[in-house]
């Protein structure tokens, strides 16, 4: 248990460089030095890059099961669960760069194939959740495979280092706002007007702070 806890805290802390630099360019002495142990220690706990990229991985895929898991439970309200699927899509879309996913399906096409999979079975859960809203009333009658592409493409651009300085926006408030689009393209207007913005609002700025972004 011991050993599992403190490969996590290792992991943790090559997340940051993960997202600033290529798989390529880093080497195992590097990757010991940003995690601040020897390399004979680092051994100790990953044999090669490669084991560390997978351990990286797993981490991404227990999220997405969490994810799934959250949007099959029917005690959650639809409302609290399309807020929830916000949340956690933007910490897939911004856990890890698009050119960190890039180099894994270059690099590492199996352990691509992987993620793509479980990526897949939660688009199609995804839908799934949302046309049952539909029809249940919660949620206005919309393509759910269009709802869910923009969310890629907006987060990706809201966070953006030019995207504040472009709209004079904090990628704080440019998530936020993200977020109230949906909320009206999403929820019937008799939902809209008890649902508490509070939460997503708490997530956003949690996430935030985890990513060590200086707003």
């Not at 051994?43 to 084991?51: A, I, L, N, T």
């Not at 987060?155 to 995207?163: C, K, L, M, V, W």
Request: proline share 3%; with cysteine.
């Amino acid at each position: 248990m011991k050993r599992l806890e403190n490969s996590q805290k290792l992991l943790t802390k090559i997340i940051p460089v993960l997202r600033a630099k290529s798989i390529s360019s880093l080497r195992m002495d590097d990757i010991a030095k940003h995690m601040d142990i020897s390399k004979a220690t680092l051994y100790k706990y990953f044999s090669s890059k490669e084991e560390i990229i997978q351990n990286v991985l797993n981490v991404y895929i227990e999220e997405i099961h969490d994810s799934r898991a959250t949007m099959d439970d029917d005690t959650i309200s639809y409302e609290r669960r399309f807020q929830i699927a916000y949340e956690h899509a933007m910490t897939h879309v911004l856990y890890l760069p698009e050119f960190f996913w890039n180099e894994v399906k270059k690099l590492y096409p199996e352990l691509y194939e992987g993620i793509a999979s479980a990526l897949q079975h939660h688009s199609e859960q995804l839908c799934s959740f949302f046309e049952k809203g539909m029809a249940q009333g919660t949620f206005n009658r919309i393509s759910p495979v269009l709802y869910m592409i923009q969310d890629e493409a907006v987060i990706r651009t809201i966070a953006e280092p030019s995207f504040s300085i472009t709209h004079d926006m904090t990628i704080r408030q440019g998530l936020f706002d993200f977020y109230i689009l949906k909320k009206h393209q999403l929820l019937s207007p008799s939902r809209i007007e008890n649902l508490d913005d509070q939460p997503v609002k708490a997530y956003i700025n949690e996430l935030i702070q985890q990513l060590s972004w200086t707003m």
